[in-house]
């Protein structure tokens, strides 16, 4: 089932395809950006197409292309991962480096962490390595918790890493969700996919 599209201020997100890989791989292939991640920079287009393919066709992720309003080429990615059905989940972010410090990547965030706990999600974390300071400061503005450091969890293209985790619960979100970006709306994807096939 492909997500909903969710709409805030700037941006539009909707099921990233395969077809976004052009668009993409330049977050891809980009050093410093991949650096603190599970895989090293693409140096080709097609490792980026495969990439999405596995993106789209796993059935345990749903992901979303960030775009901004008024332009549907793809800026950056936000996915989630149901860890316990209906009930856990983990997310994942990752924008194009001309649009780092505006804020984007935060906004699309909320969009996903508000659908997730508004369809019934009693707690949300993220996994990032100890020394993403980008990251870890993502989701410390957003409120969420540092909860544990597991040590020796991945290995990755630069070698064995530890994770910081934090989470978010319910209840905190909603203290929270006054002072955050709002979402504007929610849509079936399917409604709009044909919208988008049309203007082609």
């Known amino acids: ?5 969710l709409r805030t201020r700037r941006l539009v997100l909707r099921a990233l395809s395969v077809d976004d890989a052009a668009a993409l791989h330049p977050m891809y292939a980009d ?9 090293p ?5 097609e490792e980026t197409r495969d990439r999405l393919k596995n993106s789209v066709s796993d ?7 960030v775009t901004m309003k008024g332009d549907d080429t793809a800026i950056g990615t936000v996915a989630c991962y149901e860890k316990r059905q209906g009930k856990v989940s983990e997310v994942g ?10 804020g984007i990547a935060k906004e699309a965030v909320v969009a996903m962490v508000d659908l997730l706990f508004a369809e019934g999600q009693r707690r949300v974390f993220a996994d990032t390595d100890p020394d993403n300071v ?7 503005g957003l409120g969420f918790t540092r909860e544990a450091r597991l040590r020796a969890e991945w290995e ?27 979402v504007e709306s929610v849509t ?3 409604s709009v996919a044909r919208s988008r096939a049309a203007r082609r």
């Open 31 to 39: 050093v410093e950006a991949n650096h603190w991640g599970s895989y």
């Open 41 to 45: 920079p693409h140096t080709t287009l």
């Open 93 to 102: 972010y990752s924008l194009c480096r001309e649009y780092w410090g505006r």
């Open 134 to 140: 980008a990251s870890i400061a993502l989701v410390e």
């Open 1 to 5: 089932m492909s997500p909903p599209i």
């Open 59 to 65: 059935a345990h992720w749903r992901a979303w292309a």
């Open 156 to 182: 990755t293209h630069i070698g064995v890493r530890d994770s910081l985790i934090f989470g978010m619960l319910a209840d905190e979100w909603r203290a929270r969700r006054a002072a955050l970006p709002r």
């Open 188 to 190: 079936p994807q399917r």
